[in-house]
T-cell receptor, first 114, second 114 residues
Framework: GENVEQHPSTLSVQEGDSAVIKCTYS??????FPWYKQELGKGPQLIID?????GEKKDQRIAVTLNKTAKHFSLHITETQPEDSAVYFC?????????????FGQGTILTVHP | DAGVIQSPRHEVTEMGQEVTLRCKPI?????LFWYRQTMMRGLELLIY????????DSGMPEDRFSAKMPNASFSTLKIQPSEPRDSAVYFC????????????FGDGTRLSIL
């Protein structure tokens, strides 16, 4: 089955700096890669996603890049703010009989210091 | 639109008691997922349904866990008998059909077994 590895597990930055979180996946049939943000006491919330027919997608301060050949994708947050502090998860979909299923990375705890 | 609704938000009970967690998916969504989140194991998929039918329950830890989806707008996850190691946050998520669809999460049930 699909395996998703996420790095780093913790990331500390100063307000205004950029933050980058990286994920690798194993299933070459994966073609959908969402990113989730989880705040304390809440469920994971979708912040951006990318499909394999594009290499990059941007939404204001957030961008995601995808390299299908290398099987890795990354989340980039620019001009970080204290409210960006949260746990971030990457995920990848599965093919075959696991239709509809997402496999999640282990999460990155992002702390933005004022 | 209402998101995924879970109840209760918090549950504290004694070891050996039956626990029932409830989920109302987003209207029109065909897929429903149950996850468990702990510090040690991260976000684990327990079971998921498509059109009310269980598709994959390989993540259910043992026979003490069972899940049902009697109709398109309601699902339950039951633990009987409960044990302290079942303490975790349990999330329900739903999605539309299709391999490239995001899952939408509820805010979870924080379960503590004493």
């Amino acid at each position: 089955g699909e395996n998703v590895e996420q790095h780093p597990s913790t990331l500390s930055v100063q307000e205004g700096d950029s933050a980058v979180i990286k994920c690798t996946y194993s299933d070459s049939a994966s073609n959908y890669f969402p990113w989730y943000k989880q705040e304390l006491g809440k469920g994971p919330q979708l912040i951006i996603d990318i499909r394999s027919n594009v290499g990059e997608k941007k939404d204001q301060r957030i961008a995601v890049t995808l390299n299908k050949t290398a099987k890795h994708f990354s989340l980039h947050i620019t001009e970080t703010q204290p409210e960006d502090s949260a746990v971030y998860f990457c995920a990848a979909n599965a093919g075959g009989t696991s239709y509809g299923k997402l496999t999640f990375g282990q999460g990155t705890i992002l702390t933005v210091h004022p | 639109d209402a998101g995924v609704i879970q109840s209760p938000r918090h549950e504290v009970t004694e070891m050996g008691q039956e626990v029932t967690l409830r989920c109302k998916p987003i209207s029109g969504h065909d897929y429903l997922f149950w996850y468990r989140q702990t510090m040690m194991r991260g976000l684990e998929l327990l079971i998921y349904f498509n059109n009310n039918v269980p598709i994959d329950d390989s993540g259910m830890p043992e026979d003490r866990f069972s899940a049902k989806m009697p109709n398109a707008s309601f699902s339950t996850l039951k633990i009987q008998p409960s044990e302290p190691r079942d303490s975790a946050v349990y999330f329900c998520a739903s999605s539309l059909s299709g391999r490239e669809q995001p899952q939408h999460f509820g805010d979870g049930t924080r379960l503590s077994i004493l």
